[in-house]
């Protein structure tokens, strides 16, 4: 007895196999034994190929993404109650941001730059916030207070209060 919903494959009458899904449920007699199957049959094959179609979009985006050899973060702006850009929460970064600064993902994403940073982290959330700010794409070459290494990166806003950067270790004379 009870509810059911199952997808699987059948066979057409022209030999093609196609998905369905199948929803209803069973109604027991007194004795327990099946009565009827009222239920919908649906046909499902379109929306499993775009779902398939996606699940290999975002494997071919993560893997491009994840191979990069520039440092990526994904990471949204963090306002006060008067709207003001205080600080930005990191999203996701790749294997390779975390080379180059040093600090394993399970350290970053999720926490906010002061957490990560603390008081060094001033600057660079003050730049980035004006590219949320504007729109407009900075293009830098500074210097990671607190390894002393130099980048040169470009920050660009994404969508509302997110942003990402791409950076790689400047090949700066000196810069360790």
């Given amino acids: ?15 093609h196999y196609y998905w369905i899904e199948a929803n209803g449920r069973v109604d027991l007699g007194s004795d327990g034994t099946p009565l009827s199957f009222p239920g919908v049959l649906l046909d499902v094959e379109e929306r499993r190929a775009a779902q398939e179609a996606l699940r290999a979009s975002e494997a071919h985006w993560r893997g491009l993404f994840e191979r990069l050899s520039e440092g990526f973060q994904l990471t949204e702006a963090i306002r ?3 709207g003001v850009i205080t ?5 996701d970064i790749n294997p390779a941001w975390t080379t180059q600064i040093g600090i394993p993902a399970d350290q970053v ?12 982290a001033q600057d660079w959330i003050a730049a980035f916030g004006q590219v949320v700010e ?7 070459t500074k210097q990671f207070a607190s390894s002393g290494r130099w980048y ?12 990402g950067v791409i950076d790689s270790r400047g090949a700066r004379a000196g810069a360790g």
Wanted: hydrophobic share 30%; aromatic share 16%.
């Fill in 1 to 15: 007895g009870g509810t059911y919903a199952h997808q699987y494959r059948v066979r057409r009458a022209d030999g």
């Fill in 80 to 82: 006060d109650g008067a």
């Fill in 87 to 91: 600080d930005f929460r990191i999203l």
């Fill in 109 to 120: 994403i999720g926490y906010t730059a002061r957490q990560i940073f603390g008081g060094s």
């Fill in 134 to 140: 504007t729109g407009k794409t900075w293009r830098f």
């Fill in 152 to 163: 040169d990166g470009n920050a660009f806003r994404l969508d509302g209060d997110r942003f």
